[in-house]
Nanobody, 115 residues
Framework: QVQLVESGGGLVQPGGSLRLSCAASRSIFNIVDMGWYRQAPGKQRELVADITRGGSANYADSVKGRFTISRDNAKNTVYLQMNTLKPEDTAVYYC?????????WGQGTQVTVSS
C-alpha cells in the first residue's frame, strides 16, 4: 500500500520560510497531478497549490508570489517552498497525489507561524 510521507513542517516566525516535502513510499503510476492542501482550525480544507505532470502550477490567491510548488517525477516527490510566511498560513498541510486509478493523501504536517 502506498503511503505519502511528509516532512518539513514546524514553528517559524512571521516573514520566515519553510520547505515541505512529500514522498511516496512506492512508485505511483499514471500520476495526473500533485499538490498541497491546508486546513486551519475551524475551517475547511483548501487547495494551496498543485502541479501537473508537465509542470504547470496553480496557486491559491493567498499564497501567490510567496509559495512555490515543484515536483520530481522520478522520485514521486512534491515540494512546497513557503516564503514570507504569515500567521494566517498556520494550518495542517496535506500532500495529495492524484493518479488515474485513485487519490492519495498524506497524514498532514503542522505549520505554525507565530512570534
Amino acid at each position: 500500500q502506498v503511503q505519502l510521507v511528509e516532512s518539513g513542517g514546524g514553528l517559524v516566525q512571521p516573514g520566515g520560510s519553510l520547505r515541505l516535502s512529500c514522498a511516496a513510499s512506492r512508485s505511483i503510476f499514471n500520476i495526473v497531478d500533485m499538490g498541497w492542501y491546508r486546513q486551519a482550525p475551524g475551517k475547511q480544507r483548501e487547495l494551496v497549490a498543485d502541479i501537473t505532470r508537465g509542470g504547470s502550477a496553480n496557486y491559491a490567491d493567498s499564497v501567490k508570489g510567496r509559495f512555490t510548488i515543484s515536483r520530481d517525477n522520478a522520485k514521486n516527490t512534491v515540494y512546497l517552498q513557503m516564503n514570507t510566511l504569515k500567521p494566517e498560513d498556520t494550518a495542517v498541510y496535506y500532500c495529495n497525489i492524484n493518479s488515474l486509478a485513485r487519490q492519495y493523501w498524506g497524514q498532514g504536517t503542522q505549520v505554525t507561524v507565530s512570534s
